[in-house]
Protein backbone atom coordinates (compact mmCIF):
# COMPACT_ATOMS: atom_id res chain seq x y z
CA UNK A 1 0.00 0.00 0.00
CA UNK A 2 1.42 3.51 -1.11
CA UNK A 3 0.57 6.56 0.61
CA UNK A 4 0.12 9.36 -1.61
CA UNK A 5 0.80 12.63 -0.17
CA UNK A 6 0.19 16.26 -1.82
CA UNK A 7 2.94 18.65 -2.39
CA UNK A 8 3.04 20.75 0.77
CA UNK A 9 2.23 17.31 3.26
CA UNK A 10 5.43 16.19 1.40
CA UNK A 11 7.47 19.16 2.27
CA UNK A 12 6.10 19.22 5.68
CA UNK A 13 7.00 15.76 6.07
CA UNK A 14 10.32 16.48 5.51
CA UNK A 15 10.98 19.21 7.11
CA UNK A 16 9.51 17.18 10.61
CA UNK A 17 11.72 13.92 9.43
CA UNK A 18 14.84 16.44 9.39
CA UNK A 19 13.87 18.59 12.77
CA UNK A 20 13.31 14.71 14.55
CA UNK A 21 16.70 13.70 13.79
CA UNK A 22 18.16 17.12 14.58
CA UNK A 23 16.47 16.49 18.03
CA UNK A 24 17.51 12.41 18.28
CA UNK A 25 21.16 13.20 17.34
CA UNK A 26 21.16 15.96 20.20
CA UNK A 27 19.18 13.51 22.50
CA UNK A 28 22.37 11.37 21.82
CA UNK A 29 24.94 14.11 22.07
CA UNK A 30 23.60 14.65 25.28
CA UNK A 31 23.71 11.42 26.47
CA UNK A 32 27.03 11.22 25.22
CA UNK A 33 28.01 14.35 27.00
CA UNK A 34 26.70 12.62 30.27
CA UNK A 35 28.66 8.76 30.01
CA UNK A 36 31.85 10.90 29.13
CA UNK A 37 31.11 13.39 32.06
CA UNK A 38 30.84 10.09 34.75
CA UNK A 39 33.46 8.30 32.51
CA UNK A 40 35.35 11.81 33.63
CA UNK A 41 34.42 11.95 37.08
CA UNK A 42 35.71 8.49 37.46
CA UNK A 43 39.14 9.18 36.17
CA UNK A 44 39.36 12.27 38.75
CA UNK A 45 38.48 10.12 41.76
CA UNK A 46 40.90 7.12 40.75
CA UNK A 47 43.74 9.71 40.32
CA UNK A 48 42.88 11.53 43.71
CA UNK A 49 43.16 8.49 45.36
CA UNK A 50 46.47 6.94 43.93
CA UNK A 51 47.47 10.25 44.41
CA UNK A 52 46.62 10.14 48.38
CA UNK A 53 48.00 6.28 48.77
CA UNK A 54 51.18 7.23 46.76
CA UNK A 55 51.42 10.48 49.36
CA UNK A 56 51.15 8.38 52.63
CA UNK A 57 54.85 8.20 53.11
CA UNK A 58 55.72 11.38 52.40
CA UNK A 59 58.98 11.44 53.00
CA UNK A 60 59.61 8.57 50.53
CA UNK A 61 57.50 9.99 47.47
CA UNK A 62 59.87 11.98 44.82
CA UNK A 63 58.80 15.29 43.91
CA UNK A 64 59.01 14.56 40.51
CA UNK A 65 56.42 11.88 40.82
CA UNK A 66 54.00 14.37 42.75
CA UNK A 67 54.50 17.25 40.16
CA UNK A 68 53.79 14.73 36.68
CA UNK A 69 50.24 14.01 38.75
CA UNK A 70 49.30 16.96 38.84
CA UNK A 71 50.26 18.19 35.42
CA UNK A 72 47.92 15.02 34.52
CA UNK A 73 45.17 16.06 36.42
CA UNK A 74 45.36 19.41 34.42
CA UNK A 75 45.59 18.69 31.15
CA UNK A 76 42.19 16.44 31.86
CA UNK A 77 40.61 19.74 33.27
CA UNK A 78 41.79 21.40 29.95
CA UNK A 79 40.55 18.64 27.41
CA UNK A 80 37.67 18.35 29.05
CA UNK A 81 36.46 22.03 29.05
CA UNK A 82 37.56 22.23 25.40
CA UNK A 83 34.65 18.93 24.35
CA UNK A 84 32.42 20.92 26.73
CA UNK A 85 32.75 24.07 24.38
CA UNK A 86 32.44 21.53 21.65
CA UNK A 87 29.46 20.55 22.78
CA UNK A 88 27.88 23.86 23.46
CA UNK A 89 28.44 24.73 20.23
CA UNK A 90 27.02 21.98 18.18
CA UNK A 91 23.90 22.28 20.79
CA UNK A 92 23.86 25.56 19.65
CA UNK A 93 23.85 25.06 15.95
CA UNK A 94 21.22 22.72 16.11
CA UNK A 95 18.76 24.75 17.84
CA UNK A 96 19.26 27.41 15.30
CA UNK A 97 18.79 24.66 12.61
CA UNK A 98 15.70 23.89 13.97
CA UNK A 99 13.98 27.49 14.27
CA UNK A 100 15.07 28.31 10.37
CA UNK A 101 13.22 25.45 9.34
CA UNK A 102 10.53 26.24 11.60
CA UNK A 103 10.35 29.30 10.09
CA UNK A 104 10.40 28.62 6.51
CA UNK A 105 7.50 25.52 7.79
CA UNK A 106 5.42 28.49 8.88
CA UNK A 107 6.60 30.43 5.43
CA UNK A 108 4.97 27.04 3.49
CA UNK A 109 1.96 27.45 5.43
CA UNK A 110 0.78 30.57 4.75
CA UNK A 111 1.97 29.99 1.19
CA UNK A 112 -0.18 27.04 1.48
CA UNK A 113 -2.97 29.00 2.73
CA UNK A 114 -2.63 31.54 -0.03
CA UNK A 115 -2.71 28.87 -2.74
CA UNK A 116 -6.11 27.59 -1.53
CA UNK A 117 -7.87 30.28 -1.09
CA UNK A 118 -7.11 31.79 -4.55
CA UNK A 119 -10.43 29.82 -6.06
CA UNK A 120 -12.46 31.34 -3.95
CA UNK A 121 -11.03 35.08 -3.22
CA UNK A 122 -8.34 37.45 -4.21
CA UNK A 123 -5.02 36.43 -3.09
CA UNK A 124 -3.44 38.12 -0.51
CA UNK A 125 0.49 39.06 0.02
CA UNK A 126 2.18 36.34 1.83
CA UNK A 127 4.48 37.01 4.74
CA UNK A 128 7.93 37.39 3.54
CA UNK A 129 10.44 34.53 4.59
CA UNK A 130 13.78 34.86 6.73
CA UNK A 131 15.85 34.56 3.68
CA UNK A 132 13.62 37.01 1.82
CA UNK A 133 13.77 39.54 5.04
CA UNK A 134 18.00 38.99 4.89
CA UNK A 135 18.29 39.94 1.76
CA UNK A 136 16.19 43.03 2.88
CA UNK A 137 18.64 43.47 5.41
CA UNK A 138 21.49 43.40 3.41
CA UNK A 139 20.01 45.48 0.52
CA UNK A 140 19.74 48.30 2.92
CA UNK A 141 22.93 47.94 4.16
CA UNK A 142 24.68 48.11 0.74
CA UNK A 143 22.18 51.46 0.34
CA UNK A 144 23.10 53.24 2.99
CA UNK A 145 27.11 52.46 2.66
CA UNK A 146 30.05 52.77 5.35
CA UNK A 147 30.23 56.52 7.06
CA UNK A 148 33.94 57.77 7.47
CA UNK A 149 34.47 59.85 9.92
CA UNK A 150 37.85 61.60 10.08
CA UNK A 151 39.79 65.48 10.99
CA UNK A 152 42.43 66.92 12.47
CA UNK A 153 44.10 69.40 15.20
CA UNK A 154 46.24 72.07 14.42
CA UNK A 155 48.05 73.95 17.06
CA UNK A 156 49.98 77.14 15.96
CA UNK A 157 52.29 79.40 17.82
CA UNK A 158 52.31 82.92 15.82
CA UNK A 159 54.70 86.17 16.32
CA UNK A 160 54.73 88.91 13.88
CA UNK A 161 57.47 91.33 13.57
CA UNK A 162 57.71 94.86 11.77
CA UNK A 163 54.79 95.93 11.88
CA UNK A 164 53.48 99.18 11.18
CA UNK A 165 50.33 101.56 10.50
CA UNK A 166 49.85 104.14 8.04
CA UNK A 167 49.39 107.22 10.34
CA UNK A 168 50.75 110.48 10.51
CA UNK A 169 54.37 109.83 12.03
CA UNK A 170 54.30 110.67 16.02
CA UNK A 171 57.65 112.05 16.19
CA UNK A 172 56.94 113.93 11.94
CA UNK A 173 53.58 114.47 11.11
CA UNK A 174 54.55 115.19 7.74
CA UNK A 175 55.68 111.48 7.27
CA UNK A 176 53.45 108.13 7.19
CA UNK A 177 54.35 105.33 9.25
CA UNK A 178 55.06 104.24 13.20
CA UNK A 179 56.42 101.29 14.49
CA UNK A 180 53.87 99.03 16.38
CA UNK A 181 55.49 96.15 19.08
CA UNK A 182 55.42 92.82 18.03
CA UNK A 183 52.78 90.73 18.33
CA UNK A 184 52.13 87.06 19.33
CA UNK A 185 49.75 84.79 19.65
CA UNK A 186 48.45 81.25 20.48
CA UNK A 187 46.25 79.92 18.21
CA UNK A 188 44.44 76.59 16.94
CA UNK A 189 42.35 74.91 14.50
CA UNK A 190 40.12 72.07 15.17
CA UNK A 191 38.04 70.06 12.07
CA UNK A 192 35.75 66.97 12.28
CA UNK A 193 34.33 65.47 9.11
CA UNK A 194 32.23 62.77 7.89
CA UNK A 195 31.78 61.17 4.37
CA UNK A 196 29.27 58.88 3.09
CA UNK A 197 27.46 57.33 0.80
CA UNK A 198 23.48 56.62 -0.75
CA UNK A 199 23.75 53.98 -3.15
CA UNK A 200 26.26 54.02 -6.19
CA UNK A 201 25.43 57.10 -7.55
CA UNK A 202 24.83 59.75 -4.55
CA UNK A 203 27.66 61.01 -1.72
CA UNK A 204 27.00 63.66 1.18
CA UNK A 205 29.98 65.11 3.09
CA UNK A 206 29.58 67.33 6.63
CA UNK A 207 32.42 68.70 8.12
CA UNK A 208 32.51 71.20 11.33
CA UNK A 209 35.33 73.26 11.91
CA UNK A 210 36.68 76.37 13.81
CA UNK A 211 37.19 79.96 13.77
CA UNK A 212 35.14 82.89 13.86
CA UNK A 213 31.71 83.35 12.10
CA UNK A 214 32.54 86.45 9.98
CA UNK A 215 36.55 85.16 9.14
CA UNK A 216 35.48 83.50 5.80
CA UNK A 217 39.52 82.85 5.10
CA UNK A 218 40.56 81.30 8.27
CA UNK A 219 39.18 78.45 10.60
CA UNK A 220 41.86 79.61 13.45
CA UNK A 221 41.25 80.23 16.83
CA UNK A 222 43.10 82.58 18.92
CA UNK A 223 43.77 81.77 22.27
CA UNK A 224 41.53 84.96 23.90
CA UNK A 225 38.66 86.41 25.58
CA UNK A 226 38.73 85.04 28.87
CA UNK A 227 38.81 81.48 28.24
CA UNK A 228 35.45 81.80 26.78
CA UNK A 229 33.89 78.65 24.65
CA UNK A 230 35.23 79.02 20.88
CA UNK A 231 32.85 78.85 17.66
CA UNK A 232 32.45 75.31 16.13
CA UNK A 233 30.09 75.94 13.01
CA UNK A 234 29.15 74.38 9.48
CA UNK A 235 32.32 74.29 7.37
CA UNK A 236 31.12 71.84 4.68
CA UNK A 237 27.47 70.60 3.86
CA UNK A 238 27.01 68.75 0.19
CA UNK A 239 25.64 65.99 -1.75
CA UNK A 240 27.36 64.79 -4.98
CA UNK A 241 25.27 62.81 -7.84
CA UNK A 242 27.05 60.76 -10.04
CA UNK A 243 24.77 59.27 -12.56
CA UNK A 244 26.24 55.55 -14.10
CA UNK A 245 24.68 56.52 -17.12
CA UNK A 246 26.74 59.47 -18.11
CA UNK A 247 30.82 57.95 -17.03
CA UNK A 248 32.53 60.83 -15.53
CA UNK A 249 29.67 63.33 -15.26
CA UNK A 250 29.78 64.87 -11.19
CA UNK A 251 27.30 67.37 -10.19
CA UNK A 252 27.26 69.01 -6.72
CA UNK A 253 25.46 71.10 -4.76
CA UNK A 254 25.66 72.68 -1.27
CA UNK A 255 29.22 74.35 0.78
CA UNK A 256 31.88 73.04 -0.36
CA UNK A 257 35.84 73.44 -1.39
CA UNK A 258 36.54 75.32 -4.55
CA UNK A 259 36.01 72.23 -7.47
CA UNK A 260 38.63 73.95 -9.88
CA UNK A 261 42.40 73.46 -9.54
CA UNK A 262 44.03 77.17 -7.78
CA UNK A 263 46.62 78.70 -5.70
CA UNK A 264 45.75 80.65 -2.36
CA UNK A 265 47.06 84.12 -5.05
CA UNK A 266 43.25 83.55 -6.14
CA UNK A 267 41.18 81.31 -3.17
CA UNK A 268 42.95 80.80 0.05
CA UNK A 269 42.67 77.16 1.02
CA UNK A 270 40.10 78.12 4.15
CA UNK A 271 37.94 79.18 2.03
CA UNK A 272 34.51 77.29 1.45
CA UNK A 273 32.46 78.32 -1.48
CA UNK A 274 28.36 77.87 -1.58
CA UNK A 275 26.35 76.97 -4.64
CA UNK A 276 26.62 74.56 -7.29
CA UNK A 277 29.52 73.34 -9.56
CA UNK A 278 29.38 70.27 -12.64
CA UNK A 279 32.57 68.81 -13.90
CA UNK A 280 32.69 65.98 -16.38
CA UNK A 281 36.10 64.07 -16.70
CA UNK A 282 37.53 61.72 -19.36
CA UNK A 283 40.60 59.31 -18.94
CA UNK A 284 42.60 58.00 -20.96
CA UNK A 285 44.34 54.72 -21.08
CA UNK A 286 46.88 54.11 -23.73
CA UNK A 287 48.05 57.65 -23.99
CA UNK A 288 50.43 60.48 -22.30
CA UNK A 289 47.19 62.39 -21.92
CA UNK A 290 45.96 60.71 -19.05
CA UNK A 291 42.60 63.01 -18.58
CA UNK A 292 40.54 66.27 -19.15
CA UNK A 293 38.39 67.96 -17.07
CA UNK A 294 35.86 70.56 -17.51
CA UNK A 295 34.24 72.76 -14.44
CA UNK A 296 32.16 75.40 -14.33
CA UNK A 297 30.74 76.09 -11.00
CA UNK A 298 27.82 79.00 -9.85
CA UNK A 299 28.31 80.65 -6.13
CA UNK A 300 26.19 82.79 -4.54
CA UNK A 301 28.00 84.78 -1.80
CA UNK A 302 25.58 87.73 -0.76
CA UNK A 303 21.62 87.58 -1.19
CA UNK A 304 19.94 90.72 -0.32
CA UNK A 305 16.55 91.93 0.02
CA UNK A 306 14.64 93.73 -2.68
CA UNK A 307 15.12 97.14 -2.75
CA UNK A 308 12.80 100.71 -2.80
CA UNK A 309 14.38 103.91 -3.83
CA UNK A 310 12.62 106.67 -4.14
CA UNK A 311 13.85 110.31 -6.47
CA UNK A 312 13.93 113.50 -4.83
CA UNK A 313 10.70 113.95 -5.96
CA UNK A 314 9.25 111.37 -4.42
CA UNK A 315 8.88 109.00 -7.40
CA UNK A 316 9.77 105.61 -7.55
CA UNK A 317 13.70 104.91 -9.31
CA UNK A 318 13.67 101.75 -10.68
CA UNK A 319 16.92 101.62 -11.84
CA UNK A 320 18.49 102.34 -8.10
CA UNK A 321 15.78 100.10 -6.85
CA UNK A 322 17.33 97.13 -8.72
CA UNK A 323 21.02 98.20 -8.34
CA UNK A 324 20.20 98.11 -4.64
CA UNK A 325 18.74 94.77 -4.28
CA UNK A 326 21.18 92.91 -6.46
CA UNK A 327 22.57 89.91 -5.93
CA UNK A 328 26.45 89.00 -5.67
CA UNK A 329 27.30 85.73 -7.08
CA UNK A 330 30.95 84.09 -8.57
CA UNK A 331 31.08 82.52 -11.78
CA UNK A 332 33.50 80.67 -13.78
CA UNK A 333 34.77 77.53 -15.57
CA UNK A 334 38.06 75.77 -15.58
CA UNK A 335 39.67 73.59 -18.58
CA UNK A 336 42.00 71.19 -17.06
CA UNK A 337 44.77 68.33 -18.57
CA UNK A 338 47.07 66.09 -16.83
CA UNK A 339 49.62 64.41 -18.77
CA UNK A 340 52.65 61.78 -18.02
CA UNK A 341 55.12 61.15 -20.12
CA UNK A 342 56.78 58.74 -17.84
CA UNK A 343 55.86 56.89 -14.18
CA UNK A 344 58.48 59.11 -12.78
CA UNK A 345 57.22 62.83 -14.49
CA UNK A 346 53.51 64.62 -15.07
CA UNK A 347 52.68 68.04 -16.22
CA UNK A 348 49.07 69.45 -15.10
CA UNK A 349 47.42 72.34 -17.27
CA UNK A 350 44.97 74.43 -16.69
CA UNK A 351 43.16 77.77 -17.91
CA UNK A 352 40.30 79.35 -16.00
CA UNK A 353 37.94 82.13 -15.74
CA UNK A 354 36.08 83.29 -12.55
CA UNK A 355 33.73 85.98 -12.72
CA UNK A 356 32.30 88.33 -9.41
CA UNK A 357 29.13 89.31 -10.65
CA UNK A 358 27.80 92.79 -8.49
CA UNK A 359 31.21 93.60 -7.01
CA UNK A 360 30.95 96.93 -7.73
CA UNK A 361 28.42 97.58 -4.84
CA UNK A 362 30.90 96.44 -2.49
CA UNK A 363 31.97 98.92 -0.04
CA UNK A 364 34.88 97.62 1.80
CA UNK A 365 35.53 98.09 5.87
CA UNK A 366 37.12 96.51 8.64
CA UNK A 367 35.79 93.77 10.19
CA UNK A 368 36.87 92.01 13.85
CA UNK A 369 34.80 89.39 15.14
CA UNK A 370 31.43 89.99 14.83
CA UNK A 371 31.31 93.74 14.82
CA UNK A 372 32.41 96.40 11.98
CA UNK A 373 34.63 98.68 13.22
CA UNK A 374 34.09 102.13 11.82
CA UNK A 375 36.40 104.74 12.17
CA UNK A 376 35.64 108.35 13.82
CA UNK A 377 38.08 111.35 14.25
CA UNK A 378 36.38 114.01 16.80
CA UNK A 379 38.24 116.83 18.60
CA UNK A 380 38.13 117.58 22.17
CA UNK A 381 37.93 121.78 22.68
CA UNK A 382 40.80 123.10 25.81
CA UNK A 383 39.29 123.54 28.74
CA UNK A 384 41.20 126.10 31.18
CA UNK A 385 44.52 124.47 31.86
CA UNK A 386 43.89 121.36 29.58
CA UNK A 387 44.54 121.60 25.88
CA UNK A 388 42.36 120.96 22.91
CA UNK A 389 42.84 116.93 21.65
CA UNK A 390 42.15 114.90 18.51
CA UNK A 391 40.37 111.45 19.28
CA UNK A 392 40.60 108.71 16.44
CA UNK A 393 38.59 105.95 17.91
CA UNK A 394 36.34 103.57 16.38
CA UNK A 395 32.21 102.65 16.59
CA UNK A 396 31.31 98.84 16.33
CA UNK A 397 28.46 97.88 14.36
CA UNK A 398 26.99 94.31 14.57
CA UNK A 399 28.03 92.78 10.88
CA UNK A 400 24.88 91.10 10.75
CA UNK A 401 22.85 94.57 10.59
CA UNK A 402 24.55 95.54 7.61
CA UNK A 403 26.74 92.73 5.83
CA UNK A 404 23.67 90.31 6.04
CA UNK A 405 21.32 90.72 2.98
CA UNK A 406 18.29 91.85 5.00
CA UNK A 407 20.40 95.45 5.34
CA UNK A 408 20.43 95.97 1.58
CA UNK A 409 24.21 97.05 1.87
CA UNK A 410 27.30 95.02 -0.10
CA UNK A 411 29.82 95.54 3.23
CA UNK A 412 32.59 92.83 2.80
CA UNK A 413 35.65 92.17 5.21
CA UNK A 414 38.90 94.54 4.93
CA UNK A 415 40.05 94.99 1.22
CA UNK A 416 43.20 96.40 -0.22
CA UNK A 417 41.65 96.57 -3.54
CA UNK A 418 41.71 100.15 -5.27
CA UNK A 419 38.42 102.31 -4.53
CA UNK A 420 36.90 105.23 -5.83
CA UNK A 421 36.11 108.91 -3.64
CA UNK A 422 32.40 106.99 -2.84
CA UNK A 423 34.30 104.21 -1.33
CA UNK A 424 32.87 101.47 -3.70
CA UNK A 425 35.57 99.30 -5.86
CA UNK A 426 36.94 100.62 -8.63
CA UNK A 427 37.05 97.87 -10.90
CA UNK A 428 35.46 94.76 -12.05
CA UNK A 429 36.63 91.48 -10.99
CA UNK A 430 36.90 88.77 -13.99
CA UNK A 431 39.61 87.02 -13.67
CA UNK A 432 41.69 84.74 -16.29
CA UNK A 433 43.84 82.31 -14.20
CA UNK A 434 46.46 80.27 -16.25
CA UNK A 435 48.28 77.19 -14.00
CA UNK A 436 50.88 74.78 -14.52
CA UNK A 437 52.15 71.84 -12.37
CA UNK A 438 55.29 70.02 -12.78
CA UNK A 439 55.93 66.62 -10.59
CA UNK A 440 59.38 65.13 -10.78
CA UNK A 441 59.31 61.57 -8.98
CA UNK A 442 63.27 60.44 -9.95
CA UNK A 443 63.88 60.70 -6.22
CA UNK A 444 61.16 58.44 -4.02
CA UNK A 445 62.40 60.35 -0.94
CA UNK A 446 62.39 63.30 -2.23
CA UNK A 447 60.00 64.02 -4.98
CA UNK A 448 59.87 67.90 -6.58
CA UNK A 449 56.74 69.91 -7.40
CA UNK A 450 57.27 73.29 -9.53
CA UNK A 451 53.99 75.30 -9.44
CA UNK A 452 53.15 78.33 -11.73
CA UNK A 453 50.23 80.62 -11.65
CA UNK A 454 49.43 83.91 -13.50
CA UNK A 455 46.46 85.69 -12.99
CA UNK A 456 45.11 88.75 -15.35
CA UNK A 457 42.03 90.79 -14.14
CA UNK A 458 40.49 91.83 -17.46
CA UNK A 459 37.52 94.16 -15.29
CA UNK A 460 40.26 96.87 -14.12
CA UNK A 461 38.92 100.51 -14.46
CA UNK A 462 40.32 103.75 -13.55
CA UNK A 463 40.13 105.30 -10.21
CA UNK A 464 37.99 108.29 -8.89
CA UNK A 465 39.56 110.46 -7.30
CA UNK A 466 39.04 114.26 -5.65
CA UNK A 467 40.35 116.66 -7.99
CA UNK A 468 40.83 120.37 -7.82
CA UNK A 469 37.57 122.12 -6.94
CA UNK A 470 36.05 118.98 -5.84
CA UNK A 471 35.89 117.55 -9.53
CA UNK A 472 36.30 113.99 -10.32
CA UNK A 473 39.81 113.27 -10.83
CA UNK A 474 40.52 109.79 -12.99
CA UNK A 475 43.42 107.98 -12.40
CA UNK A 476 45.02 105.16 -15.08
CA UNK A 477 44.64 101.54 -13.84
CA UNK A 478 46.83 99.40 -14.69
CA UNK A 479 47.61 97.24 -11.49
CA UNK A 480 45.79 93.70 -13.00
CA UNK A 481 48.66 91.14 -12.51
CA UNK A 482 49.75 88.54 -10.23
CA UNK A 483 52.26 85.61 -10.41
CA UNK A 484 52.71 82.79 -7.41
CA UNK A 485 55.91 80.40 -8.25
CA UNK A 486 56.19 77.43 -5.70
CA UNK A 487 59.26 75.01 -5.29
CA UNK A 488 58.65 71.78 -3.24
CA UNK A 489 60.92 69.15 -2.40
CA UNK A 490 60.16 66.17 -0.05
CA UNK A 491 56.98 64.65 0.88
CA UNK A 492 55.22 64.25 4.73
CA UNK A 493 53.57 60.49 3.76
CA UNK A 494 55.71 57.85 6.27
CA UNK A 495 57.84 58.80 9.35
CA UNK A 496 60.95 60.82 9.09
CA UNK A 497 59.70 62.33 5.93
CA UNK A 498 61.09 66.05 5.24
CA UNK A 499 59.79 68.76 3.11
CA UNK A 500 61.06 71.84 1.70
CA UNK A 501 59.24 74.44 0.01
CA UNK A 502 59.63 78.37 -0.81
CA UNK A 503 56.62 80.50 -2.99
CA UNK A 504 57.35 83.49 -4.19
CA UNK A 505 53.99 85.93 -5.22
CA UNK A 506 53.37 89.62 -6.54
CA UNK A 507 49.92 90.47 -6.45
CA UNK A 508 49.44 93.81 -8.01
CA UNK A 509 46.43 95.89 -6.16
CA UNK A 510 43.68 95.05 -8.51
CA UNK A 511 45.07 91.81 -9.68
CA UNK A 512 42.40 89.72 -7.59
CA UNK A 513 39.04 90.51 -5.20
CA UNK A 514 40.98 90.29 -1.82
CA UNK A 515 38.06 89.58 0.49
CA UNK A 516 38.99 85.61 -0.59
CA UNK A 517 42.78 85.50 -0.93
CA UNK A 518 45.67 84.46 0.93
CA UNK A 519 44.87 85.73 4.22
CA UNK A 520 48.74 84.73 5.86
CA UNK A 521 50.50 87.73 4.55
CA UNK A 522 50.31 91.41 5.27
CA UNK A 523 48.09 92.43 3.07
CA UNK A 524 46.27 90.88 0.37
CA UNK A 525 47.27 93.04 -2.58
CA UNK A 526 49.84 95.65 -3.38
CA UNK A 527 52.15 93.24 -2.18
CA UNK A 528 55.63 91.38 -2.82
CA UNK A 529 55.87 88.40 -0.61
CA UNK A 530 58.55 85.62 0.30
CA UNK A 531 57.23 82.10 2.11
CA UNK A 532 60.03 79.51 3.51
CA UNK A 533 58.54 76.15 4.56
CA UNK A 534 59.67 73.18 6.15
CA UNK A 535 58.00 70.23 7.43
CA UNK A 536 59.06 67.27 9.28
CA UNK A 537 56.80 63.70 10.05
CA UNK A 538 57.25 62.27 12.93
CA UNK A 539 54.46 60.01 12.09
CA UNK A 540 52.08 59.48 8.85
CA UNK A 541 49.27 61.62 11.64
CA UNK A 542 51.47 63.86 13.27
CA UNK A 543 53.23 66.89 11.32
CA UNK A 544 55.88 69.65 12.20
CA UNK A 545 55.95 72.39 10.43
CA UNK A 546 57.96 76.00 10.73
CA UNK A 547 57.29 78.75 8.10
CA UNK A 548 58.46 82.36 7.80
CA UNK A 549 56.42 84.85 5.51
CA UNK A 550 58.13 88.10 4.70
CA UNK A 551 55.61 91.00 2.87
CA UNK A 552 56.66 94.13 1.23
CA UNK A 553 54.73 97.06 -0.03
CA UNK A 554 56.29 97.81 -3.23
CA UNK A 555 54.28 101.01 -3.64
CA UNK A 556 54.83 102.69 -0.12
CA UNK A 557 52.30 103.05 2.38
CA UNK A 558 49.36 104.53 0.69
CA UNK A 559 49.49 102.00 -2.88
CA UNK A 560 50.12 103.31 -6.53
CA UNK A 561 47.00 105.50 -6.30
CA UNK A 562 47.99 107.80 -3.58
CA UNK A 563 51.49 110.17 -3.50
CA UNK A 564 53.07 108.77 -0.07
CA UNK A 565 55.52 111.38 1.30
CA UNK A 566 59.48 111.07 1.37
CA UNK A 567 60.55 109.69 4.69
CA UNK A 568 57.03 107.82 5.62
CA UNK A 569 58.15 104.35 6.94
CA UNK A 570 57.38 101.03 4.84
CA UNK A 571 59.59 98.34 6.53
CA UNK A 572 59.01 94.76 5.61
CA UNK A 573 56.66 92.59 7.98
CA UNK A 574 58.29 89.06 9.09
CA UNK A 575 55.46 86.30 10.61
CA UNK A 576 56.41 83.47 11.79
CA UNK A 577 53.99 80.10 12.55
CA UNK A 578 55.07 76.61 14.25
CA UNK A 579 52.73 73.99 14.17
CA UNK A 580 51.93 71.01 15.07
CA UNK A 581 49.11 69.03 13.29
CA UNK A 582 47.54 65.90 14.15
CA UNK A 583 45.20 63.65 11.70
CA UNK A 584 42.68 61.37 12.77
Known amino acids: ?59 AVKPETTETKISAL ?28 AAKLNGADASATATVQTSAAPQTAKSPTVDERLKNVEARVSEIGAIKISGDIRLRSESFFGLSNSLANGDNPAVFGNDLSPRHRMRFR ?57 SGLKLQGGRFEPPWTFTEMTIDNDLMVEGFNQSYSRGFKKSKLKDVTFVAWELPFLERNSAFVRNANGTVNIDQSRRGGRDLALFGAQARARFEPNAKVALNLSVADLFYSGTQFITPVQVFGSQLQLPLTFTIPANGTTPAQTITTQVSIPRELLAAGNGNL ?16 SSGFNLVDLLARLDLKQSKRFPVAILLDFVTNTQTHAVVTAGPGGADLLLPNHENHGFWGEVQVGKTKDRGDIQFGYTFLRIEKDAVLTPFNFSDVTQQSDMRGHRLQFSYAADPRVTFTVTGIVTERPNGLLGPFAATPSGSLNRATTRLQFDTVLKF
Open 190 to 246: ARLQMRGSIGQEFDWGLRFATGSFADSISTNQTMTDFFNRKPFGVDQAFITYKPHSV
Open 410 to 425: GLTNASTNATNRDGHL
Open 1 to 59: MRLKLSPVNKRRFSISLVCFSLLAIGAVDARAQEVEKRDYAKRFEVAVDSSKKTAEPAA
Open 74 to 101: EQMLVEQSQRLDRLQQTSSEQQETIRLL
